[in-house]
Every structure is written in structure tokens, then in C-alpha cells.
């Protein structure tokens, strides 16, 4: 028997509203992390610098495999100027609460961090920092991380650092992210085609079952 015309092509559906990967059963005990959060009162501080505010975009997602991809976009308070850029991944040691963070920043750092997740709580500290050959003094030499989740709408990230002048680590950053709706992550022309996508999901099923 022929297949019926159009049978084969993808659906609307399959182009514009494309299913998710299931999520590594690794990655179970991060599943809190992931989403969009957006932070408006970032404050800064360091005992060689200005105090200063910050905005910042955080994302957390996957494609299926066994790490969490990551990226941390801040602006500046005042006129949304960006600023500092981090971009990496989040990987779990197998049968353990060990996990590693390996983060390239737009400065010119690669940090690597190993520490635990306990709950909805993870600590960081770097055993490696990579940098390159000219990049400003004083270097960063180490850097500590904490991620708590407040509640279901808030993520708490407090940062502090060590530098070739400023030993042991100090309070660098500290501020608290809340969770983004999809729509407001969508945008309105991906919204516009979300909502078209929609008026043919009965069309998609009734498809499907043919």
C-alpha cells in the first residue's frame, strides 16, 4: 500500500515545537539548576576595587548527554552595558555527589572547580586556573563558588576569589537569580510562533495517528 501524500514529511510539530531530550539519570541531583534565572541586584566587592551592582542572565540546560551546559551573561546595573561572560559545563563523577565545573570567562580564564552537591546546594573551588599570557595583573589564582536554591523561583550563586595581591580568598560576588517563564524566555516572535505551533497540534495528532 502507498503512503499517503505528505505521510512522510515532518510535521509542524516536529520542525517548530521539537521534543526535549530526556534528561542523563546523572544528572538527576542538578535537575534544580536547570531553566533560565535572571538576577537584577547582583552586588560586587573586593578589597582592590569599587564596590558595584550588576545584572545577570544565568542558563542552565542539556542535550541528553551526562554534563550540564551553562552560561552567565552580566550588565551593567545602570545602562544594561554587557560586562563579564562565562560559558562551560557542569559534570558529575558516576555514583557520587563529586562533581567538576569547567568555565572559559570572556577575561581570558579557564577555571577548572571540583566540590559536592549536597541537596539543592553545591560548593565549588578551583584546583586549576588557566590564563592567558597577557592578561591583566593581579592574576586570579583561585576561585569559590556556592549555588543554593532559596526556593523554587530563587537561585543564590555567592563567588569569592583569591588573587596574586589578595590572599586568602575574598567576597567577590553575591546575588540571588530568580526563574524566568518560558514566555518571557521565548521572546515575542518566538512566542508569536509558539502559539501558531499550538493551532496545529490537533492537526499534528490526528497525523500521527493515521
Not at 550540564?68 to 559545563?89: A, D, I, M, N, V
Not at 576569589?161 to 560576588?173: K, R, Y
Amino acid at each position: 500500500m502507498s503512503a499517503s501524500p505528505g505521510k512522510n514529511k515532518p510535521s509542524f510539530c516536529d520542525v517548530y515545537l521539537p521534543a526535549s531530550p530526556p534528561l542523563h539519570d546523572a544528572l538527576k541531583p542538578l535537575s534544580w539548576l536547570l531553566g533560565t534565572w535572571r538576577g537584577e541586584e547582583g552586588k560586587g566587592d573586593y578589597p582592590t576595587i569599587k564596590d558595584f551592582k550588576y545584572k545577570e542572565e544565568v542558563k542552565f540546560d542539556h542535550v541528553g548527554q551526562p554534563n550540564l551546559e551553562f552560561s552567565f551573561c552580566s550588565s551593567h546595573y545602570e545602562t544594561g552595558k554587557p560586562l563579564h561572560r562565562e560559558k562551560g559545563f557542569l559534570k558529575i563523577q558516576p555514583g557520587t555527589s563529586h562533581l567538576a565545573l569547567v568555565n572559559t570567562q570572556n577575561v581570558g580564564i579557564v577555571e577548572l572547580s571540583e566540590g559536592e552537591v549536597k541537596g539543592q546546594e553545591i560548593t565549588l573551588e578551583s584546583h586549576t586556573i588557566g590564563r592567558m599570557t597577557f592578561g591583566k595583573d593581579p592574576a586570579v589564582t583561585k576561585i569559590q563558588r556556592t549555588f543554593r536554591l532559596v526556593d523554587a523561583d530563587t537561585l543564590e550563586q555567592v563567588v569569592h576569589m583569591e588573587t596574586s595581591a589578595t590572599a586568602p580568598a575574598q567576597h567577590h560576588l553575591s546575588i540571588q537569580y530568580k526563574k524566568v517563564a518560558l514566555a518571557a524566555v521565548l521572546g515575542d516572535s518566538a512566542r508569536w510562533c509558539f502559539l501558531r505551533g499550538m493551532l496545529h497540534v490537533c492537526s499534528c495528532k490526528i497525523e500521527a495517528r493515521k
